[in-house]
């Protein structure tokens, strides 16, 4: 963390000096693992903004603090499946405290539905998938039954100063622009 208070915030390295850095024939056999984390290290480096840093304002890319880079670190070696209780009870569980928390933090109802996603991007997506949804269905088109071909229309409307990702999630959720 020390390196984010000196090191630049933009990166060194354009796109095709990034893809001659990093790319290899797809090896075949098993490589040192060390090596693998070093060479990624090295050809990695002048792409990576310093995003973490006290210095960077464009965007909040995530957790960095030491308690939310631990826990990364620990879901990451526990590896477990959260798709399902049975699948990892603890991190089920973990995520129903989540979720109680947040509709407690912003005055919810508790029997209000709720999501974690991996990212706003996903986020986005999944907010509007769930307001296609219900405006669909106030228009009689079940989406779950009868699908998206042949839905009526819906606008989208925004300030034109939305995150680059909620024009990405329209494209995806599958709305007209």
Same mark, same amino acid.
């Given at each position: 963390?020390?390196?984010?208070?000196?090191?630049?915030?933009?990166?060194?390295?354009?796109?095709?000096?990034?893809?001659?850095?990093?790319?290899?024939?797809?090896?075949?056999?098993? *490589?040192? /693992?060390?090596? $693998?984390?070093? #060479?990624?290290?090295?050809?990695?480096?002048?792409? &990576? =903004? @310093?995003?973490?840093? +006290?210095?960077?304002?464009?965007?909040?890319?995530?957790?960095?603090?030491?308690?939310?880079?631990?826990?990364?670190?620990?879901?990451?070696?526990?590896?477990?499946?959260?798709?399902?209780?049975?699948? *990892?009870? /603890?991190?089920? $569980?973990?995520? #129903?405290?989540?979720?109680?928390?947040?509709?407690? &933090? =912003? @005055?919810?109802?508790? +029997?209000?539905?709720?999501?974690?996603?991996?990212?706003?991007?996903?986020?986005?997506?999944?907010?509007?998938?769930?307001?296609?949804?219900?405006?669909?269905?106030?228009?009689?088109?079940?989406?779950?039954?009868?699908?998206?071909?042949?839905?009526?229309?819906?606008?989208?409307?925004?300030?034109?100063?939305?995150?680059?990702?909620?024009?990405?999630?329209?494209?995806?959720?599958?709305?007209?622009?």
């Amino acid at each position: 963390m020390s390196r984010l208070d000196w090191r630049r915030v933009s990166v060194t390295a354009d796109v095709r000096q990034l893809r001659d850095a990093l790319w290899r024939p797809l090896p075949g056999e098993p *490589a040192d /693992a060390s090596q $693998v984390i070093a #060479e990624l290290v090295r050809d990695a480096e002048q792409g &990576l =903004l @310093g995003s973490a840093g +006290g210095r960077f304002f464009g965007w909040v890319v995530g957790g960095s603090v030491p308690a939310a880079l631990a826990a990364d670190w620990l879901t990451t070696a526990w590896d477990q499946n959260a798709a399902l209780y049975a699948c *990892a009870p /603890a991190e089920a $569980v973990a995520e #129903e405290i989540c979720g109680a928390w947040l509709k407690d &933090l =912003l @005055g919810l109802p508790a +029997g209000t539905s709720f999501a974690l996603v991996t990212g706003s991007q996903m986020g986005h997506v999944t907010a509007l998938a769930a307001a296609r949804n219900k405006l669909l269905a106030q228009r009689g088109w079940d989406a779950e039954r009868r699908g998206l071909a042949g839905a009526p229309p819906i606008r989208i409307v925004t300030s034109g100063r939305q995150h680059a990702s909620i024009d990405r999630a329209k494209w995806r959720a599958r709305f007209p622009a």
